[in-house]
């Protein structure tokens, strides 16, 4: 089992950054893909940047592509969203969730809020 836990989350203004952090528990965090969703009021969850176990696949949802980056440290069970020319579209929010096959984890959640 995979516990999850965000942090890093806050209010900032369009145009800035934050760097959102996914500490992990478990010996088997390297064996999980790894992946940041976020939900917006009254929308559904969706899928922002995914890792593979070993780090060397990404995948970005088109609206964040080439303002957010993904990384993983598996020494340290850490996964890490930076997020840079923030918009008001991107206040949601952000899930960690870890996926090995039939099994998923998601963490409670951190809120982002982008301000005009």
């Given at each position: 089992?995979v ?31 790894m ?21 060397s696949?990404?995948y ?10 993904i ?10 969203l ?9 206040t ?6 870890a996926?090995?096959s ?7 959640g ?7």
């Open positions: 089992q516990q999850l836990v965000e942090s890093g989350g806050g209010l900032v203004q369009a145009g800035g950054s934050l760097r959102l952090s996914c500490a992990a528990s478990g010996r088997t965090f390297s064996s999980y893909d992946g940041w969703f976020r939900q917006a009021p009254g929308k559904e969850r969706e899928s922002v940047a995914v890792i593979s176990w070993s780090g696949s990404t970005y949802g088109d609206s964040v592509k080439g303002r957010f980056t990384s993983r440290d598996n020494a340290k069970n850490t996964l890490t930076q997020m840079n020319s923030l918009k008001r579209e991107d949601a929010v952000y899930f960690c969730n996926a090995l039939r099994y998923t984890y998601w963490g409670q951190t809120q982002v809020t982008v301000s005009a």
